[in-house]
């Protein structure tokens, strides 16, 4: 059996628990777990395999010191036995089941005890199955599905922007408010201006104070460490909620986050323009594939900075996901420098094969207006096609509250 359709096999959790039997299955309702739920207190509840699903072929024997070993892993608390069964085969491997603890916590847990999957469940609401790693779903390391949530990202921001008009009811109900809203804008325009007037002032001087603005003012770092800390802000207040969104819960939220975001973008991108237009910005060129223009290279590098800012709930997972996304930010940058490189290199074969085609000199001037176009369109394109991966990234993450 391939990997692929090993990932999607159809699943049930088996329990007995105070006498009681119930099942579950990922993507249906379970009126037996409705009642377990209500029977113990509890909103939500996540069951946690200890072993992986290999078909019944290639089945081994579990070993009670390996399960053992993975439950000495686990949190205090109550955790009660159970069993994931193939529900095709009718293999089953061990599990257990805890009440009330919050998805992101259920991740960190499962991926601990070194599984990659886990089932979570709220009264009244369908089972929903989960990976460990939020950006896993869908086979999302591939190139394909990489490329079609890049797509898929951008065609939601078309969809945002034209919705763009409920902004002051999304601000609203992200729980903060307008006023809040206005006062983050002008505090990161002001200190735009603020930051670029003081480069102005130490242009031409040498000294560890000057190296140590220009990090801290470089055009990416006022705008990406503010709205990051905003967005943070939000996220925690959502975490404060009695249990987790279920899938559709998450839809309805994102509705309204989205313009919010779209918004804070919007921010982002004014504030990098002003700070790349008002001060030097230093170089972003590699020796053979040409330049790339220091505004785009700026907001990818914010985007990218703002998430992992957003998203930490702690000092260790900041630097953990600062790494990913700065990884991330870096091949942006280089997918745009290639993507340019090898758009200059079509273009220049395609003026030499029309200079051997027509009967006079093609005028040099109007050769380098129509690279400038094609240049920048090849930016503006693949400038968009990263952003529409960045903003989906940022969805799934905040779906997943």
């Not at 996540?46 to 019944?56: E, S, T």
Request: charged share 20%; net charge positive; proline share 4%.
């Amino acid at each position: 059996m391939s990997k692929k359709k090993n990932k999607y096999q159809p699943v049930e959790v088996l329990l007995r628990i105070d006498g009681l039997e119930v099942t579950a299955a990922p993507s249906k309702h379970s009126a037996d777990f409705d009642h377990l739920l209500k029977r113990n207190g509890a909103n939500s509840f996540v069951f946690i395999p200890l072993a992986k699903l290999r078909g019944k072929k290639r089945h081994k024997a579990f070993k009670a010191a390996a399960v053992a070993r993975k439950k000495e892993k686990l949190p205090e608390g109550n955790w009660f036995d159970g069993e994931l069964r193939n529900s095709k085969d009718g293999e089953t491997v061990p599990g257990v089941l805890a009440f009330d603890i919050r998805r992101r916590d259920a991740r960190e847990i499962a991926e601990t005890v070194g599984v990659k999957q886990f089932v979570w469940g709220a009264h009244g609401a369908p089972v929903e199955g989960h990976f460990t790693k939020v950006f896993e779903d869908d086979d999302a390391y591939s190139w394909g599905s990489a490329r079609g949530r890049a797509f898929d990202g951008l065609k939601d921001i078309f969809v945002t922007a034209a919705n763009i008009s409920h902004l002051p009811r999304a601000v609203e109900e992200s729980q903060t408010t307008m006023e809040r809203f206005r006062q983050l804008v002008y505090v990161v325009l002001g200190l735009a201006f603020a930051a670029s007037f003081l480069q102005m002032a130490l242009l031409g001087t040498e000294s560890w104070f000057t190296n140590i603005t220009k990090i801290a003012f470089y055009p990416c770092v006022i705008p990406a460490v503010l709205v990051g800390v905003y967005l943070r802000a939000l996220m925690k207040k959502a975490e404060t909620q009695s249990r987790d969104f279920t899938a559709s819960e998450a839809e309805d939220n994102w509705t309204l986050v989205a313009p919010h975001l779209l918004a804070l973008w919007a921010l982002c991108y004014m504030t990098v323009v002003l700070l790349t237009w008002l001060q030097a910005v230093p170089s972003a060129d590699l020796p053979f594939l040409g330049r790339t223009s220091s505004l785009s290279t700026s907001f990818i590098v914010c985007v990218w900075m703002l998430l992992p800012i957003a998203h930490s709930r702690d000092v260790e997972s900041l630097f953990s996901s600062a790494f990913e996304s700065g990884i991330t930010a870096l091949v942006s940058i280089f997918t745009i420098k290639i993507s340019l490189y090898v758009t200059n290199l079509i273009t220049d074969a395609l003026w030499t094969a029309a200079a051997a085609i027509v009967p006079f000199d093609i005028p040099d001037a109007l050769q380098r207006v129509i690279n400038g176009i094609i240049n920048f369109g090849a930016e503006v394109f693949f400038l968009a096609v990263l952003l529409g991966y960045a903003w989906s990234r940022t969805r799934q993450q905040f779906k997943q509250l």
